[in-house]
């Protein structure tokens, strides 16, 4: 990719077509950065087990799904403590009360939200030295297991047991906690994933309204929020330079894939340092159907001419009201926001390349 910046924004990063693709949508696909900028270590040995499950996940096989790898590790003459969720937020208290020692590894039983909660709980304490997370997916939104490599509960444990561990940047973000409407202080949480300002956040919120109806309910519910196109004004601040404007969604990412599996950031990777924004300028209805369009095919929206693709090392977000901030696929926040990347701030297992 190649990088253009004026005294008045951020550099702008423009990418490379890849013209051996096809063009869908007047665009050929973008050529997509590495997931890991840096080459994974040897895994360690497991001496012990801390599996953090989610048994609401993936439609309530969470806890299913736990036992299965609960089994599979015990196979393999590890010690397992297993903890149960009862409620959202409360992996971030399991996980922050645990007393971890050396070589020991928190693997998480459910989605992107799930490996959110725990990595915050453990953020949270401080923990001395870098620690070890796997991820075992059994969420309705798996993003970051999509990017790992990662896919059955075999391949998820092997992973932790014998695979490789790769550096995972990680953003903190202060904002206040809870939606607009039911504001309750602010708090900190640690993102591995995204985190989703404007259009994207209203079109889960209105989506899960309507669970009844399935995976299908995610395009319904951008369909109703590019339909509504409410005005979005914003101050938008990366890295010291402060844009104020009207706009329609901001996708910040640390990985590639966002919900629904969409390749949200084709220039992001997990290692590098930063974090990636893509800003959906302020559009018409038409517009941003055809970003949107263009994202489904492969990630082509960074073309868009209304698109603008930034990377970043800290990144703040104003609005004269309070708006609905979702970290990691969870509607969880509200703005003012403020957001630091950590760089290599945890290590994460993948599986050994081939």
Same mark, same amino acid.
């Given at each position: $990719? ?5 005294? @008045?924004? =951020? ?7 890849? +013209?051996? @693709? ?10 997509? &950065? ?5 080459? !994974?270590k040897k895994g360690k040995i497991a001496k012990r087990i801390h599996l953090l ?65 725990? #990595?915050?709980?453990?953020?949270? #304490?401080?923990?001395?030295? @870098?620690?070890?997370?796997?991820? #075992? ?69 209105? !989506? ?6 399935? =995976? ?5 519910? #951008?369909?109703?929020?590019? $339909? ?5 004004? &914003?101050?938008? +601040? ?9 706009? @329609? ?13 969409? =390749? ?18 302020? $559009? ?9 369009? $263009? ?28 708006? !609905? ?17 950590? =760089? ?11």
């Open positions: $990719m190649a990088s253009n910046s004026n005294a @008045t924004s =951020p550099v702008v990063l423009e990418f490379e077509a890849d +013209t051996s @693709t096809p063009q869908k949508k007047g665009a050929h696909k973008p050529v997509f &950065a590495q997931v890991f900028s840096k080459k !994974a499950v989610n048994p609401y996940a993936g439609n309530k096989k969470g806890r299913a799904t736990g036992e299965k790898a609960k089994a599979l590790f015990i196979e393999q003459g590890c010690k397992v403590e297993t903890y149960f969720s009862a409620y959202s937020g409360h992996l971030i208290l399991l996980a922050a009360g645990i007393e971890a020692k050396a070589n020991d590894v928190f693997a998480v039983v459910g989605g992107d939200g799930s490996l959110s909660e725990v #990595i915050t709980g453990r953020m949270r #304490i401080g923990a001395e030295k @870098t620690e070890l997370f796997g991820l #075992i997916p059994a969420g309705t939104g798996n993003s970051m297991a999509n990017d790992l490599g990662i896919g059955p509960i075999e391949q998820a444990v092997e992973a932790i047991l014998n695979g490789a561990r790769q550096s995972l940047d990680l953003a903190k973000v202060e904002m206040v906690n809870g939606l607009p409407g039911a504001e309750d202080g602010t708090t900190v949480r640690y993102s591995h994933n995204l985190v989703t300002w404007g259009l994207g956040v209203d079109s889960t919120i209105k !989506a899960e309204r309507m669970r009844w109806m399935g =995976p299908i309910r995610y395009d319904v519910g #951008i369909l109703m929020a590019i $339909m509504a196109n409410n005005r979005r004004q &914003a101050t938008l +601040t990366i890295d010291g330079v402060t844009m104020e404007d009207d706009y @329609t969604l901001f996708l910040i990412q640390n990985s590639q894939t966002g919900g629904s599996m969409l =390749p949200l950031a084709p220039g992001a990777s997990l290692d590098d340092g930063l974090m990636d924004i893509g800003i959906l300028k302020k $559009m018409t209805r038409r517009d941003v159907l055809k970003a949107f369009g $263009m994202l489904k095919k492969e990630g082509r929206h960074v073309f868009h001419p209304r698109v603008d693709y930034h990377r970043f090392k800290e990144l703040s977000i104003e609005t004269p009201n309070p708006t !609905a901030i979702n970290v990691d696929g969870e509607n969880i926040g509200s703005t003012p926001l403020k957001m630091e990347v950590l =760089p290599g701030a945890i290590e994460i297992c993948v599986p050994k390349s081939e």
